[in-house]
């Protein structure tokens, strides 16, 4: 697993979970510990066996249920172990926590504004996205330090922290972040590895179309 895989660097996949009855509800879930739906295992097991043919090896996910299992359903396939970290997680968004999209408008319309326009925002009282990124990034380079040459990472976690990570590993301003769109249930970006740094090779990438229904819509 080195030079022979056509000569390319290393390569980091970022795996948004599967869907859950909050992504539907549109209900803002953080780092509340919300479990797949039956669907959302359904979508966790076809992308699994698409992500498998990548030959992923390493997998890395946040320890909230619903990326443990997306994590293991990729695990099943490949045989690897999932190594757990809670770093990984969501967005911890204080008082949105279980509000709808509907009422965060409603009751934290200004702050949701300013969110949309890519300032810094305490969403809730919460975690700024900088300080997401400052806990989920350093996780991800820690495995993918530990890859082969030419190796892949799967990273499983969530919306809105895959989004930041991947904003800080481009070296995008943090304003620059909402440029990035969300990831719908079970889609994920890749990031190459160049001679000038980390490289947006996907996004959003999947069997077909799907909406975003989550934190980060």
């Known amino acids: ?19 859950t009855a909050w992504n539907l509800e549109r209900r803002f879930q953080g780092s509340t510990d919300i479990e797949l739906t039956e669907a959302g295992v359904g979508q966790a097991r076809r ?23 997306t994590a293991a359903e ?40 300013a969110w949309k326009r890519g300032e810094p925002v305490r969403r809730g009282g919460g975690e700024l996205e900088t300080e997401v990124a400052d806990r989920a990034a350093p996780v991800v380079l820690e495995h993918v330090r530990k890859l082969p040459d030419a190796g892949t990472l799967v990273v499983v976690s969530h919306g ?18 909402e440029g990035l769109g969300g990831l719908s249930n079970c889609c994920w970006s890749v990031l190459g590895e160049g001679a000038r740094g980390w490289r947006l090779l996907e996004h959003n990438a999947g069997t077909l179309p799907e909406p975003v229904l989550g934190d980060d819509d």
């Open 1 to 19: 697993m080195n030079g022979s895989r056509s000569g390319r660097g290393r390569r980091i996949v970022l795996w948004r979970h599967g869907q």
């Open 160 to 177: 809105g922290t895959i989004r930041t990570t991947i904003g800080r590993l481009l070296g995008l301003e943090s304003h620059h972040w």
């Open 47 to 69: 992308a699994a066996r698409l992500l498998a043919s990548l030959g992923p090896d390493a997998i890395v996910a946040s320890d909230l249920s619903r990326a443990a299992a």
């Open 74 to 113: 990729l695990a099943s396939v490949t045989g690897l172990a999932v190594a757990h970290d809670s770093a990984l997680r969501e967005t911890y968004a204080g008082a949105w926590q279980g509000l709808t999209h509907e009422e965060i408008v409603e009751r934290y319309g200004d702050q949701y504004a």
